[in-house]
């Protein structure tokens, strides 16, 4: 069984700063990518941000700058480190990891169950 486990959401006044966790536990053999998913009441689900095992990132052109995405390999553990907050960051924000759980398994997509970003103005 496969867990993600996110944490440090909250509310937090425009400007301000937060840094999201999401550690993977459970069988797991290997990590190909992390990813950041937000979804902010009645819109879809965006991804905000995507590290690879090789450490390469990619944003989304609305958190570029503000936000930055970096994992801890050993700990299999993704951070989103969150500055210059804004209102319209307000949303859910979710972890997903795509991962094998055997050598020579297809991979898979696995999701945290969110945690609530609330910025105010």
Same mark, same amino acid.
């Given at each position: ?5 996110? #944490?440090?959401?909250? %509310? ?14 459970? #069988? ?41 995405? #970096? ?13 210059? %907050? ?36």
């Amino acid at each position: 069984q496969v867990q993600l486990v996110e #944490s440090g959401g909250g %509310l937090v006044q425009a400007g301000g700063s937060l840094r999201l966790s999401c550690a993977v536990s459970g #069988s797991i053999f290997s990590i190909n990518a992390m990813e950041w998913y937000r979804q902010a009441p009645g819109k879809q689900r965006e991804l905000v941000a995507r590290i690879t095992s090789e450490g390469m990132t990619n944003y989304a052109d609305s958190v570029k700058g503000r936000f930055t995405i #970096s994992r801890d390999g050993a700990k299999n553990t993704v951070y989103l480190q969150m500055n210059s %907050l804004k209102p319209e960051d307000t949303a859910v924000y979710y972890c997903r990891t795509e991962a094998r759980t055997h050598s020579t398994g297809p991979v898979f997509q696995f999701w945290g169950q969110g945690t609530q970003v609330t910025v105010s103005s």
